[in-house]
Structures are given as structure tokens and as C-alpha cells.
């Protein structure tokens, strides 16, 4: 399925070609980079939902062209394509970026399709907003789809501020039937609903202001349109099977990120108070620590050592998994000319025995090829967990990636 909409891609278009006349002058840089790569999952487990498979294999592209002009403004198109075995859902192409940065002296004004984010902590990010998730990439809420916006930073010695707007929703991606890492009831996304008349097309709001204040990092946010985070509704299919279907609300959202280094410890935090989702205003926060060993057993290795405490105040009505839960990490760089990192962590939840174990490392090979390969474990969910559906579904995920 296409990524946009022919009405986007119109505007999409016409926007980029104003910025290349705004910026007529001489070229002066030509990039293009990226890469291709083969991926393989399994899952020790049977699949227990009908339509599902045991493996999956797929293959992924993403070029990157960037175009700078002479007086500093630049463009940049990021497409994005995956090819998948097991799960038609999970076969898709987009646009992560197709943007015009204007570069002036007293602001920065970027027009197209971006990637934003917002936040500090490593196991949830609570207050990233901006662009909607790609579920069908991950469930580790890393991969984004392109969001089309116009973007106006200002840069002073008292902070940045920066302005959006954004015309245009992205619905979330969801595995199908015969993807896995879902639950029993397939979510159908040709059936999502919204709170708005003006469904995909209704105008969100968001600003934000950051700057550094000694050894302190500090964002304030507030976002105002349509919900990134649907809610899902029971329902019936075409052909009588019990579906879910997504809807999406209207949400005002208030948030603050902060970070603070002193010496080896790194503390982190977010925040934010949202309404419009449901029936309920809530809360939510989230924070920790990272303490970093450096040169360990007389190595160039360094260990990082990870902690964060996650909090809902709706508890059991939260939409996601994290609702009084601790995380924990241990970070290992090798520091050696293969970049190899490996990060092994777990979330445990505090009201129950609910765990979530994953195992995260990668490995150069020469300049170009990256080896990348995740495990991801639930353990002892009970019956109530928000991903007790989910139980079955270990995995392990192997990309190889050639980077040119």
C-alpha cells in the first residue's frame, strides 16, 4: 500500500519544488548513502493464532540523497521499503524523509516529510509525539513513519524554539494475521475511526522549547491534534471474525524531558499530563540513571549500567505495557574498529511477575556490512498483563546490512 495518500503526494511535491527554486544557487555537495539488508526472524515457540508462521524472512532498502546549495540549505529524501514473507502487513514502503531545510540567520525553516524526536530514557519513550510508530518494523517503539510538516526553529542564547505544523496523519502500522508479535484479535486498519470530522486531514499543533542550563538538558513540549496512540475498539470483520479497530482522539499533551551528566552518571527523565484520551486525564512519568565503567578490565571497553522506573496513574486502564514497571541494563561497548556494542536489559513489573528480557548487539564488518541481532523474551505473564496474548511469541531477529 502506498504511503501517502495522491493529495499528499501533490503537496509533498509542490513543496519540494519551492524549495528548490527558493534555493536556486550552485550545488555544493551531492550525497548518497544507506543501505540494503536481508533479515531473518524466528521464533522458538509455535505460533498459537491461526495464519501465523514460525519464521519470516525479508529483505529492506533504504537509500539516502542529500543535497546541500551554496548558502546552506540542504534537501533530503529518505525512502524506506521492506519486503516480507510471512506478513503482507509487514510488506511496505515509505517516506521517512523528503525535506527542504531554508537556512537563515535568524531561523531554520524545514518544509516536507520528517523524523523527530523528542525525549531521554531508553526503555519507553513517553513524551515522543511528533511522528507516528511503525509496528510493523518493531515493537520497540524505535521506528517511525515520516511525518509531513512545516517546522520553524529559532535559535537564541536564552534556548531553541521550534514550531509545527503538521497537515497530515499517519495512521499506525499493526502486524496482520499471519504476522506475529500481536495478540488474538487482529487489529484492522482499514477500519480505524476518528474522533475528528476531518479525519486524517485535521491540522495538529505542537511546540517546543529547549536549552542547556550548566549540566542540565531541558525540553518543554506541548502538542495539541490527533492522537498517535489509538484506542482499540471491538469489532467484526467482512467475514464475521471478531476484529479490532483503531481510533484515533483528539489530545491535548503537556511534557517535559530533562537530562543531567555528572562525572560517569548520566540522569534522565520525562514527564507529561494528557487529555482526551478516553475518559480519563492522566499522568505519566518515567526515569533513571546510566553509570558508565570506563576501561573495565583493563580494556578499551566501557559498561554501562542502566536503571529506570516507568508510571502510569491510569494502572490497569494504561494503554501500554508499562504501567508501574522497573527496567534495568547493561551497556557494553568494545570501543574496537568494529563498532561492537551489545546492550542486554529487562523490564520487570513491580505488581506482578511479568518480565520482558531482550538482548540487542551489532558488529562491523569492514566499511561496509553491519551484523545486527535481537532476542526478545516474556516471561511469566499472567493472564492480566497487557502482553499476555503476546507470550508466545519469543524472537530472534538477524539482519545482515550492506552500507554503501
Known sequence: MPAFSTPISGILLSIVAAGFFAAASTTQAHELTGFVGAETRLYPNSARYIGQDDHSASLVFKPEYYHEFKDGSSFTFVPFYRLNSADPERTHFDIRELTFLWLQDDFELRLGVRKVFWGTTEFFHLVDIINQFDLVENIDFEDKLGQPM?????????????LFWLPYFRERTFPGKGGRLRGATVID???????????EWHSDWAFRYSHYFGDWDVGISQFIGTNR??????????????????RYEQITQTSLDMSFVTGEWLWKGEALYRAGQGNE???????GFEYTFTRIWSSQMDLGVLGEWMYDTRQEKATNAFQND?????????????????????????ESSARLLFLETSHRFGDNLLLTAEFRAFVNQPATDFLFESRDDEILQIELAYYF
Open 150 to 162: 512545516a517546522n520553524i526553529s529559532f535559535s537564541r542564547d536564552w534556548g531553541t524554539l521550534d
Open 229 to 246: 496512540e489509538p484506542t482499540l475498539l471491538d469489532g467484526t470483520g467482512s467475514n464475521g471474525d471478531a476484529i479490532k479497530i483503531p
Open 281 to 287: 486525564n492522566y499522568y505519566a512519568w518515567t526515569g
Open 326 to 350: 522497573l527496567g534495568g541494563g547493561l551497556r557494553l561497548a568494545f570501543n574496537n574498529s568494529a563498532s561492537t556494542e551489545t546492550l542486554f536489559g529487562w523490564v520487570q513489573d513491580i
Open 189 to 199: 486498519v482499514d477500519q480505524a475511526e476518528y474522533e475528528s470530522a476531518a479525519k
